[in-house]
């Protein structure tokens, strides 16, 4: 699986927008992009995913560049709730050995 | 509905026993994945089962590290002569299916071998 990278931490006060970035340049044309989120003392959750066309769900939305070499994790507001740390992860649908391969992510704090 | 159970939460051996984690993946989910996190890392990919295929391993550090799914649905994962490296969380993950279904997590088991 192609590597991502993201910064090691952020901040942000409550209820503005927080924009997480996440570069990969060696992404293939069958990867998926994944973004997951652990909370303190939890495992991992899914957030959301795209290919090519940004992506919006209840939790997030995802912007995909259109060269697809990074994009962009959208918390419209954040809350205290989403103090967490963010994994990119890149997941080629070809791939039937299904690990997915998380790096250190980014530790997002969130601020009163 | 239920979520990935696992058991138990917290596990404290001594160096040199076995341990036996426990994984309940949703009903329904053919793929179950294990994981294991050390302090302050991210996730280590340890095995996978799909269905009634055979396990990759690929990710298991050393012989004492085994894993059985049964019937297609428990999981469980076991440690042989524990060592102090392998204190860690151990996160069970279940997936409906190959492809890019999400994965959904466990709690994790923590364990401490002293």
């Known amino acids: 699986d192609a590597k991502t990278t993201q910064p090691n931490s952020m901040e942000s006060n409550e209820e503005e927008p927080v924009h997480l970035p996440c570069n990969h340049s060696?992404?293939?044309?069958?990867?998926?992009i994944h973004w997951y989120r652990q909370l303190p003392s939890q495992g991992p959750e899914y957030v959301i995913h795209g290919l090519t066309s940004n992506v919006n769900n209840r939790m997030a939305s995802l912007a995909i560049a259109e060269d697809r070499k990074s994009s962009t994790l959208i918390l419209h507001r954040a809350t205290l709730r989403d103090a967490a740390v963010y994994y990119c992860?890149?997941?080629?649908?070809?791939?039937?050995?299904?690990?997915?391969?998380f790096g250190p992510g980014t530790r997002l704090s969130v601020l009163p | 509905g239920a979520g990935v159970s696992q058991s138990p939460s917290n596990k404290v051996t001594e160096k040199g026993k076995d341990v036996e984690l426990r994984c309940d993946p949703i009903?329904?989910?053919?793929?179950l994945y294990w994981y294991r996190q050390s302090l302050g890392q991210g996730l280590e990919f340890l095995i996978y089962f799909q269905g009634n295929s055979a396990p990759d391993k690929s990710g298991l550090p050393s012989d004492r590290f085994s894993a059985e799914r049964t019937g297609g649905s428990v999981s469980t994962l076991t440690i042989q002569r524990t060592q102090q490296e392998d204190s860690a969380v151990y996160l069970c993950?279940?997936?409906f299916g190959r492809g890019v279904y999400e994965q959904y997590f466990g709690p994790g088991t923590r364990l401490t071998v002293t």
């Open positions: 993950a279940s997936s």
């Open positions: 009903s329904g989910h053919t793929a």
């Open positions: 060696t992404i293939s044309g069958t990867d998926y």
């Open positions: 992860i890149l997941r080629d649908d070809r791939n039937y050995g299904q690990n997915f391969v």
